[in-house]
């Protein structure tokens, strides 16, 4: 089922349970995703919406890092509640084994095509890694993927 499509059923479900801050975050990203489709002239991929969605919980990460600075423990608090609802409708969190699994991979690949990679290669590694991650119907941070590709690149 399609991350629209389980949206609306959702809303529907948190209407009728009265759940207000889980109708209100539902929606958002609905309202999200349709504006991006807006933009788009068409129907979004499965990967774009799920690229949309690590938006929102990227925004999301850094407004409780700003209220827990500014001492608004309240505010931080339904953040971190309307992360948990987003992070319900992407696709499983790739443990560190499993990305570093797919960099391995990635930096082989790399290597038989011609001489050893290094850093210079970060790029093209990079392109491998998250284009493999997608394929497997995982996501990953980029910042964490990037370090592990860095560390193995300087190997």
Known sequence: MAILQKLDADIIVAMKAREELRLT???????ALKNKAIDKRAELTEAEEAQILSTLLKQRRESVESFTKGNRPELAAKEREEITIIE?????????????AVVQAAVAQLAESGAKPGPKDMGAAMKIVQQRILANGLRADGKVVSEMVKAELSK
Do not use: H, N, Q
């Not at 975050?25 to 309202?31: A, G, P, Y």
């Not at 319900?88 to 570093?100: D, N, Q, T, W």
């Open 25 to 31: 975050t539902l929606r958002m990203v609905k309202s």
């Open 88 to 100: 319900a409708y992407l696709p499983k969190e790739a443990g560190p084994e499993e990305i570093l």
